[in-house]
């Protein structure tokens, strides 16, 4: 299933079998180097910790709530030794400016694309001032930097001579086509 993730956020967090809501959706860990969603932070309910973290490999079930086999998957951010380094690293993606290789500015990321099977960004989504871009895709990105994430130059148009002559005789075989039985009169 593919979702954009701002239609995510909100998203009630359950137990499998629960009735129970564990918390809410508040945000996204995206890998800059691999387009990898890590987890998503879970503004909790009741009297625990109020951000949590969920990894994305302990959601069982996607829909109109994520769904875990166990609550206990859910724990702080800063008790994952594994996304340590990630959390403690200044690139973002949700944000941040795009640029392209020459420079142009293409505007922020504001929303990306999951793909829910296999946890992969496919798609981001820019906004310069109150307008939405177009959507690129995670292929066209080349590096994601402190500063901006860094983009393929779009296709440019070649240049074709000037003056080009067309050679005589180069649409002679359109010319002998039959009329699709159609007579001239």
């Excluded at 079998?17 to 860990?29: D, N």
């Excluded at 960004?121 to 590096?143: D, N, Q, T």
């Amino acid at each position: 299933m593919h979702v954009r993730f701002s239609s995510c956020i909100g998203l009630p967090l359950m137990e499998e079998g629960v009735e129970g809501v564990l918390g809410t959706v508040s945000g996204i860990l995206i890998h800059p180097d691999t387009a990898y969603v890590e987890g998503f932070f879970v503004y909790g309910s009741g009297h625990g910790p109020s951000n949590l973290f969920v990894s994305s490999m302990d959601i069982s079930r996607w829909g109109t709530r994520l769904y875990v086999r166990n609550a206990d998957v859910i724990a702080p951010a800063d008790d994952r030794i594994r996304l340590q380094a990630l959390l403690e690293d200044n690139r973002t993606v949700l944000g941040q400016k795009i640029v392209t290789e020459s420079g142009v500015r293409v505007g922020r990321c504001k929303d990306v694309q999951i793909n829910t099977d296999s946890m992969h960004i496919e798609w981001i989504f820019p906004k310069k001032c109150l307008r939405w871009g177009v959507a690129l895709p995670v292929s066209e990105v080349i590096e994601v930097t402190v500063a901006a994430i860094i983009i393929k130059d779009r296709l440019k148009a070649e240049k074709s001579p000037k003056n080009a002559k067309v050679p005589r005789g180069a649409f002679a075989e359109l010319s002998d086509a039959p009329l699709a039985g159609r007579t001239s009169q």
